[in-house]
């Protein structure tokens, strides 16, 4: 099975693909989760993913987030798409624009396809996923001056932690290893955004503040 979602939000595109694979998971606890991106794609492990499945829950559930960035990929991956439609796993992808022939192929095996449109009101929109991509590359700076625009745009500091806490459990759960955190760090770090949330709804600090300052030791 295989889901696409794509266009020129892509906030709202990835706000949509991870709201499916959280879903996905609450319905098949026991399916191992995969994400693939660019920076991190091996055609080998692509091939796995299309024909394996795991020992205990048949199905895996693959998260692929802007692989077309990656040419190679790219080619392979629309080369492959009838196999990725046939797949006992499940496949959920999102990218930013693509073309109208890309676009053909990809209809005519995805199970859904669709497209998110930026408003066009001229108002250029925080990027608020713009933060996962900043922590998964362990980019202190980036992360901050992210954090800080995203509060000036009026985002929720219990929705930038989600976001954050979502990209830790996604690099935790990676099948490869990362270049940049190691399993310990993931698993500490994802800890530390479960207790933030809940210490901050129990009344023990500001939710903005204890954020930043997380943000701060990373």
């Known amino acids: 099975m295989f889901y696409f979602f794509y266009g020129t939000d892509g906030v709202k595109a990835r706000e ?16 191992e989760v995969f994400r693939i991106e ?17 020992l205990f829950n048949k199905t895996y559930i693959v998260h692929i987030v802007s692989l077309f960035e990656n040419e190679e990929a790219k080619e392979i991956f629309l080369q492959r798409i009838s196999d990725v439609a046939a ?14 022939e890309e676009l053909r192929a990809i209809a005519k095996h995805a199970e859904k ?33 992210g954090y800080q625009k ?5 985002i929720a500091p219990e929705n930038i932690n989600g976001i954050l806490s979502w990209k ?7 099948r490869y290893p ?17 207790a933030l949330y809940h210490d901050s709804h129990r009344g023990r600090h ?10 701060l030791r990373i």
Request: no cysteine; aromatic share 10%.
């Open 16 to 31: 949509r693909a991870s709201a499916l694979v959280e879903s996905l998971r609450k319905r098949k606890p026991q399916a």
């Open 178 to 194: 990362n270049r940049y955190w190691s399993t310990d760090e993931l698993k500490n770090l994802s800890a530390q955004f479960v």
């Open 38 to 54: 660019a920076e991190n794609w091996n055609p080998l492990q692509f091939d796995e993913l299309i024909v394996g499945q795991g």
């Open 113 to 145: 396809v669709q497209e998110y449109k930026k408003d066009k009101s001229g108002k250029k929109k925080f990027e608020v996923f713009s933060l996962a991509d900043a922590l998964g590359a362990r980019d202190k700076k980036s992360l901050w001056v």
């Open 206 to 215: 500001e939710f903005s503040i204890a954020l930043e300052r997380l943000i």
């Open 168 to 174: 830790a459990r996604s690099m935790l759960s990676a």
């Open 87 to 100: 797949s006992p796993n499940i496949f959920v992808a999102v990218e930013g624009e693509i073309n109208k």
């Open 150 to 154: 995203a509060v000036i745009e009026g």
